[in-house]
């Protein structure tokens, strides 16, 4: 990132953002508060944004009508999914025309066809899929037990095998789903080998939407909630990240993971706001008027007139440090949890039950 002046606003170094949806810019059927408005003001002064989902079951015209229904700027054309950047990835190693098994919903049909390749559904059995070259696999409500074994039988000739994501569970009001991971398990169970998977914290959807936005890495943002999906895929395709606490994951898990995020931010609106980042201070560490220090008690707090995002930022700045000298990983955890009281407290602090985007 080129250096930012300042006063002048984190997102100032950067030429486009790649932008999560779930937990950053809504949260099932609600919008993130200011979210929209901040997507608003990045569009007027010339940023490029794309919205880049895991979620393969949605075709992009769905996903864009959400986004703009909570008032933030959005067309079919900025939002880039992972079926999208399966089909993209298949595109690349087979024929144009080439039938290709769609175990997905809609979004999978749906991005095959403009990939230029040919979608099969599996509900034709095994007659209709011996022509298939390769095999996309996306979450899909409709996918029948008959589907997974139409799927294991055309898999078992060695085809290509894409899977738009990963993530073991789908989070719902209720508690938590079986997610595209987990049928992807059921068949890599099956058959000894696993697909390759293009999903976030995988780095092709990152790269599908950096090729959308026509900007470098080094130019380009990627703004997201979940430390083990957004986070960790835009460092694995070597993009900033900015992580809002506004979606699930707290303090705590960031320091129990290996995730590290280039900013902490409290909504996606901060990113037209300066940034003040965390510097060591003495034996602590301080960010704007907040002061941290750790001890064998914890951290101790002299927040003064301090911003919570201030305090969160200096707290694991100290915390973060210490996981990387290795110190005992269970406690720092635990002193993290200071952290997570603190922005409990916000009005802010989301469901824990919020879907993934």
């Not at 895929?233 to 993971?257: C, H, K, M, Y």
Request: include cysteine.
């Amino acid at each position: 990132m080129d250096t930012v002046s300042a006063g002048e606003p984190l997102v100032a170094g950067y030429d486009g953002v790649v932008c999560d949806l779930d937990g950053v810019v809504y949260r099932g059927s609600d919008a993130v508060p200011e979210a929209a408005e901040g997507l608003q003001q990045l569009v007027a002064r010339g940023m490029k944004v794309v919205y880049a989902t895991n979620n393969a079951s949605r075709v992009p015209d769905e996903v864009a009508a959400q986004i703009a229904g909570f008032g933030a700027p959005a067309t079919p054309s900025d939002v880039v999914t992972s079926a999208q950047a399966g089909a993209a990835q298949l595109a690349g190693q087979l024929e144009r025309g080439a039938a290709v098994l769609a175990l997905g919903g809609e979004g999978v049909v749906e991005a095959l066809k403009d990939a230029g390749l040919v979608p099969v559904s599996p509900g034709g059995g095994a007659d209709e899929v011996a022509g298939v070259a390769a095999v996309l696999q996306g979450y899909g409500k409709q996918l029948r037990v008959s589907d997974f074994e139409t799927a294991g039988r055309a898999l078992t000739t060695g085809l290509l095998w894409v899977a738009t994501n990963d993530d073991a569970t789908l989070p719902l009001p209720w508690g938590q789903s079986p997610g595209n991971g987990a049928y992807v398990d059921l068949l890599a169970t099956t058959l000894g080998r696993r697909p390759a998977v293009v999903g976030k914290p995988h780095p092709p959807l990152y790269r599908l939407a950096l090729d959308r936005l026509g900007t470098r890495p080094d130019r380009t943002l990627a703004v997201g909630d979940r430390l083990g999906t957004d986070i960790s895929g835009a460092e694995a395709a070597g993009i900033d990240s900015a992580w809002v606490l506004t979606g699930v994951d707290r303090p705590t898990d960031l320091v129990a993971g290996d995730a590290s995020p280039t900013y902490v931010l409290a909504s996606l609106d901060q990113l037209l706001q300066p940034y003040a980042a965390p510097v060591p201070d003495a034996d602590g560490w301080r960010c704007g008027a907040a002061r941290v220090t750790h001890t064998d008690d914890g951290l101790h707090i002299e927040r003064g007139s301090g911003t919570p995002i201030e305090v969160v930022r200096a707290g694991l700045a100290a915390l973060l440090r210490l996981r990387a000298e290795r110190s005992d990983r269970d406690q720092l955890c635990r002193d993290a949890e200071a952290l997570d009281r603190l922005l409990d407290d916000s009005p802010t602090t989301p469901d824990a039950t919020d879907p993934v985007a």
